[in-house]
């Protein structure tokens, strides 16, 4: 097959909606915040809600849906949502 000037990569990149799934299913991992408070560019740990155990939830959930391991310092050296889903497409 024929890809020109492409790089076929066998990893998944991201993409817009890609990006929209994380979010939303980042989002569910608060119980009070509302889900339209939570975008590409939201700084995450700022929002109020913001925890340990919201950590702890979102390693199991990267773990679960990816099937990739984070870890909380990795998670803390990210500033916003899309920061962690790169950190997570890395992996």
Same mark, same amino acid.
């Given at each position: 097959?024929?890809?020109?000037?492409?790089?076929?990569?066998?990893?998944?990149?991201?993409?817009?909606?890609?990006?929209?799934?994380?979010? !939303?299913?980042?989002?569910?991992?608060? %119980?009070? !915040?509302?889900?339209?408070?939570?975008?590409?560019?939201?700084?995450?740990? %700022?929002?109020?809600?913001?925890?340990?155990? !919201?950590?702890?939830?979102?390693?199991?959930?990267?773990?679960?849906?990816?099937?990739?391991?984070?870890?909380?310092?990795?998670?803390?050296?990210?500033?916003?949502? %899309?920061?962690?889903?790169?950190?997570?497409?890395?992996?």
């Amino acid at each position: 097959m024929f890809y020109g000037n492409i790089k076929y990569v066998s990893t998944i990149k991201l993409t817009i909606m890609e990006l929209q799934n994380f979010i !939303t299913k980042f989002a569910e991992q608060f %119980e009070d !915040t509302n889900a339209s408070e939570i975008q590409a560019n939201t700084v995450f740990q %700022e929002l109020d809600e913001w925890s340990s155990l !919201t950590i702890l939830g979102i390693i199991a959930f990267v773990k679960t849906e990816y099937g990739k391991t984070v870890t909380g310092k990795e998670i803390r050296s990210c500033e916003t949502v %899309e920061d962690l889903f790169k950190l997570i497409d890395s992996l």
